[in-house]
């Protein structure tokens, strides 16, 4: 069965510090991956998707992922954490059915 | 991306009653999806609502529970009816954009419900 493991269910890091948020997947073929981020009172942003091709993939507000197969794993990083990047993040899988399976999710803090 | 709303954003019911919640895109879509998202939870799909046929049910979840509609392609409705706490929720519409090449799930506004 489809299923996302995000490890980390709070993260605080320092403004300008540089961030990564794990995420695991088990799933029988190649898999759609997302990135999704909730801000306070806020719906679900699209951040990145992976379907194929280069397994690093950029996304919107400086955030990148990376897709490593061997590890089944699609974790997001970004360089230099901005005090507005504090939500909660979702990492999601995807089948050609249409059917998202979304993991825990991570809420990141950021200290000034 | 495909723009989409909700309404109402928020509500507060007393349980026993039911409440509808609309979805609205910008664009004719095929498929529309609705999910749940408990308090502190993650994302759970309620059901897929393809226009021209009925709604498909996620386990757990059932259309006496959580009847839908889909009158055409840019509208969609998710009524939760005979309310309890425990239905206390975020409940979000997305759509498949764009149509037939690498879809995409965006996603609504979500409709805040608290149920008392």
């Known amino acids: 069965a489809q299923s996302v493991t995000q490890p980390d269910i709070h993260i605080t890091v320092s403004e300008g510090a540089s961030l990564e948020l794990r995420c695991n997947y088990s799933?029988?073929?190649?898999?759609?991956l997302f990135w999704y981020v909730q801000s306070p009172g806020q719906g679900l942003q699209l951040l990145l998707k992976y379907f194929s091709g280069d397994t690093l993939v950029q996304g919107i507000k400086g955030f990148e992922a990376e897709f490593k197969r061997s590890q089944s794993s699609f974790n997001l990083r970004k360089p230099s954490v901005h005090w507005s990047d504090a939500a909660e993040y979702f990492c999601a899988v995807g089948n050609q059915g249409g059917k998202l399976i979304f993991g825990q999710g991570t809420e990141l803090s950021v200290k000034p | 991306s495909a723009v989409i709303s909700q309404k109402p954003s928020r509500d507060i019911c007393q349980r026993g009653t039911s409440l509808t919640i609309q979805c609205q895109v910008d664009s004719q879509v095929t498929m529309m999806f609705w999910y749940r998202q408990q308090p502190g939870q993650s994302l759970t799909l309620i059901a897929t609502?393809?226009?021209?046929?009925?709604?498909?049910?996620e386990s757990g979840f059932v259309i006496d529970k959580f009847p839908i509609s889909r009158p055409n392609l840019t509208f969609s409705t998710l009524t939760v009816s005979n309310m309890s706490p425990e239905d206390s929720s975020i409940y979000l519409c997305?759509?498949?954009?764009?149509?037939?090449?690498?879809?995409?799930?965006?996603f609504g506004p979500g409709t805040r419900l608290l149920v008392l």
């Open positions: 997305s759509v498949e954009w764009p149509q037939g090449v690498l879809e995409t799930q965006y």
């Open positions: 799933y029988g073929a190649t898999p759609y």
């Open positions: 609502a393809n226009q021209g046929s009925e709604a498909t049910y």
